[in-house]
């Protein structure tokens, strides 16, 4: 009797078991060498305020909107990249994977046409393609999108929303330039497309050559959600990030707030707006970046080393992955069970990508884990695998 | 330009103000005696355990499933309900509210039939209504649904799921016997219905006349999703529930966790998860208990003395909450404003309901909050309210 199959929505059939997750299981295997998750390094975060979140009116329920602290000194955070939004336009997160969930509630329904950049992050495609949204892709060159293609995708395909990652992007490591920044946001507000702009990365920015100007600050017509993360800086197992939003989005976002969890845990919200109010910050920034800064160094002399021969690259400027390119035409998706089999693991590009069969000649490295000593290993023995001749059966 | 609105979609347009939104928030205005809310004591609760927050290793990202300790001592916590369950089914939440939001994504498109209790859980009717669901209802006695109401909505509706509130309900207080605990399991088996049981008032059991085993525990062939919360007994502040799931729902429950917010904060996780396992336990629910109880005598003394004549109503055995029937025709609404303006604040009946008017007889009494003194003075105001003549224009 037990052999009916329970009645599940149709969204939850487009909830495919996602690649990125058995890899990164293979990956924790005892003795593997991985380049393939993406975790920041905990050793460069400051230490967790414990005494800031002793006061018990911290444990009674709480408001949907957040904290008045945290909103206010995000709000101000938010400022420092040039970008001036009120307090009463933030919206504190469990994370800022939670915003993604709100903005597909708040856009999406089956079939509604949307664009992302090629390749992107995968978990905001999950979600995107949770509810049902018809999912197209723009090309991203390591300084941005490519416009004219950009254009035309947006005249062809009449997306409601956009989904952009302008700081050194989770794959990619591209980073807008401020004269891209400046097209692309007149182009979306020609087209009156809503921005889903994304920046878990900003803080981890170790050579800044240019401004990096939000594009929702940017904008004059279109609306926006703006989201942004603790969980590169600061304690990402406490979940705490936020969103701020065009205003009349605002209301939409704190209901669908309510009806998601109540609000946002409120002791971390506390820890949070102590640091960003407190004299610690900048020197716990510098410290971060530093630390970051020479495991990007180490990651970049290996790879010359390893791989230099095999793949063209950009160094990246911030953020935590290399994304390489194979100059042979190979399937790097075909080389991970090879290479897990020799103890390293690696993330193939393909995963970034909503489409079948796109990005098979590129992989991201994660650098900020793996010690140098392993970086050398692991990298020797990837490079072996990735150059091995496969079975063509 | 800017005239222009957003392209949203459709499932935003069904997401409503919440009429209790508006009324709590008119009820925290200073002088005003509140029944209308539904905090649980503060001041019954024990202290946060910062001691048991200290490990930098909870400060990284987790996994989605939830803590192994946290999933081992909510296994076991749901076994003491005599619901045997094993930690793989256990998933930890940013509160139970978010288990609807997991709930309604699994089950429910536009138009999937659903039922639920009447009155119900409004922020429950909050997250089925954003989905889409086609909403019935079962009448609720306060010893468990109409049966035979229930057999025909059944064979009628032919619904997917149903969602109950077996222990306590919010706003009711209903508590199912054991007779229709079995008597409901065995009719939702029949009709193959997926149950989302939510207990969030299991612990505060004040005098418990009878076991509460529960309904997913005497299902047989029907799919299950078990909701529980720690925010009546420790911490609402932090957010953290779990659900229990029947194992072929799993795989979808922990994706959706991953695609909304990657997993649930990890510190409060630990501190719950001591909680469980300390032998303070017992102790703390016994103090928590005591409070309540003597809070909803004295309101149940006060109610006596202000509503004998007016109202009806069952002394709640558990919960946070009096549900009053006024025994003339009278839209306890209308009311609301003038007792507002009398600085004292109730919760009508209907906002607890799908439907457009019914229970308008009804009201919601939280006794959790109020003094003695208040409680007096503010259920003397109210009575007057109600017994004034209105205005039929």
Known sequence: MDTDQPRLSTRVSRLKSSLVRDILAAATQPGVISFAGGLPAADLMPAFPLETIASPALYQYGCSEGEPAFRKAVANWIGETGFDVSPSQVLALAGSQQGLDFAAKLLIDSGTPMLTEAPTYVAALQVFELFGADIQTVELTPHGPDLAHLETMLEKHRP?????????????????????????????????????????????????????????????????????????????????????????????????????????????????????????????????RDGYRIRRDAMQAALTRHFGELAEWEMPRGGLFFWLRLREHRATCADLDRALAQNVAFMPGEAFYPGQRQGQQTLRLNYSCATPQDMEIGLARLAACLTEETCTA
């Open 160 to 288: 409601s929303c956009i989904y952009l990652v302008p700081c050194f992007q989770n794959p990619s490591g591209a980073c807008y330039t401020p004269e891209m920044r400046t097209a692309v946001a007149e182009l979306l507000d020609r087209y009156r497309v809503t921005v889903i702009e994304d920046e878990p990365y900003r803080s981890v920015a170790l050579d800044v050559a240019h401004p990096m100007l939000p594009i929702c600050a940017q904008l004059r017509h279109s609306d926006w959600i703006y989201l942004g993360s603790f969980s590169k800086i600061l304690w990402p197992g406490c979940r705490i990030g936020y969103l701020a939003a065009s205003p009349r989005l605002m209301p939409h976002l704190v209901r669908l707030k309510q009806a998601a969890d109540l609000h946002t845990q409120r002791p971390a919200q506390a820890a949070v707006a102590h640091w960003l109010n407190s004299g610690q910050k900048e020197a716990d920034l510098q410290n971060l």
